[in-house]
């Protein structure tokens, strides 16, 4: 099954990704991970960063002749702005640049300095940073190319933005939301959340939001509940939550049922065992139901200000105002394509665990035989 590691800094010479488990035979090229990198990058309220980086990649292994070979694959994202930082961030030597000491409320600076015992946040910050997402994307864009060739597509949309709102059905027009700079499918709700990000420029503040991912084409059955670590929720929320910034995950309708009664907490059942509504959210007690898998996560507003917080120097003890790192207004357009990774990465593995297969075309037709029995 797959299963994914990344290395890499923020600032350092590129990242790596290496995803074992696959299949042999899954079609790939750079040009698939260049599109998905590129729409991580994109995004209304993204910093100068973003403009100059351009992610340039190199597959070191894994992959011949465009297909997996059922090997691991090694994939490289370089660092083009490596040139200005080859000092700072050096692997050998004693270290060269001024030292980052005021750690900011927010981000995992004064957690990591003390504990790894360091006086330089940048031994935490570089790793800890966003930048870091990269990685997961090129593990993402395997994973969804394998759903793809069992019919299930995943794909996000923002619904919220700062105190602007929408209330949208699941996300299922990619055209429409990839259209929009905000990627919200609604004209109108798009146009408000990018006058609240510049307004938040202006103020030299930042804006946190909320965001759905939506798997469509989820037979029956996946995930499984008879252990708490193989319930299909469970690892959903987990790998969502795992994105940076993100403090808050929902599966359907979960925080709005919880204020509610039974009647009107669940999904009742037509006699063809499709669901009348969907506050469940395409998943029951651990288990894939058929029904579309909706996820919300709630992104913080980011922690790297204009305008910075109040902290400590933890040289010399003294109150002080927080680094100013360069960082972008709003990066929720982006934390939705990153939990579109996220999300499929969790549904290829459990595919996978479901009906095995070395080749994708054992797996494709593991899926079809299935999908013929149930009916799906």
């Not at 590129?38 to 993204?46: E, F, K, L, S, W």
């Not at 504990?115 to 994973?143: C, F, H, M, N, Q």
């Not at 909320?210 to 059955?221: Q, R, T």
């Amino acid at each position: 099954m797959i299963r994914f590691l990344t290395a890499g800094e923020s600032h350092g010479p590129g990242l790596v990704t290496i995803v074992e488990g696959l299949p042999k035979g899954l079609q790939i090229g750079t040009d698939d991970f260049a599109a998905e990198l590129a729409r991580r990058r994109r995004g209304y309220g993204r910093g100068g960063r973003m403009k100059i980086e351009q992610d340039e990649l190199e597959i070191l292994g894994g992959v011949r002749h465009g297909r997996t070979l059922g090997s691991p694959v090694a994939v490289v994202i370089r660092n083009t702005e490596w040139e200005n930082w080859s000092q700072i961030m050096s692997v050998e030597g004693d270290g060269a640049g001024k030292k980052v000491t005021r750690p900011r409320p927010g981000h995992a600076d004064m957690a990591g300095m003390i504990k790894y015992d360091t006086d330089d946040a940048r031994d935490i910050l570089e790793r800890a940073s966003a930048r870091e997402t990269a990685a997961r994307t090129v593990a993402g864009t395997l994973a969804r190319r394998l759903l793809g060739e069992v019919g299930i597509d995943v794909l996000s949309q923002v619904v919220a933005i700062g105190d602007v709102r929408v209330e949208l059905p699941p996300p299922a027009d990619r055209d429409a939301i990839e259209a929009s700079e905000v990627r919200c499918p609604d004209p109108d709700a798009s146009a408000r959340m990018m006058a609240a990000i510049d307004a938040a420029t202006e103020a030299k503040d930042t804006l946190g939001g909320l965001v759905e991912v939506a798997a469509h084409g989820v037979p029956v059955g996946i995930g499984s509940h008879v252990h708490h670590d193989r319930r299909l929720d469970g690892l959903l929320a987990g790998a969502v939550m795992s994105i940076p910034g993100i403090k808050g995950v929902e599966i359907g309708s979960g925080f709005e049922v919880a204020t509610g009664p039974g009647s009107m907490g669940h999904d009742e059942i037509r006699t063809d065992r499709t669901r009348m509504t969907n506050r469940a959210g395409g998943i029951e007690g651990g288990m894939s139901n058929g029904e579309v898998i909706l996820v919300r996560a709630a992104m913080k507003p980011i922690s790297t200000l204009m305008q910075p917080l109040q902290t400590v120097d933890m040289t010399t003890g003294e109150p002080a105002q927080a680094v100013r790192e360069r960082s972008d207004v709003c990066a929720v357009p982006a934390a939705g394509v990153v939990a579109e990774q996220m999300v499929a990465l969790v549904l290829a593995r459990e595919v996978q665990r479901k009906f095995g297969g070395d080749t994708i075309e054992d797996l494709v037709e593991a899926v079809s035989r299935y999908r013929a029995r149930i009916g799906s």
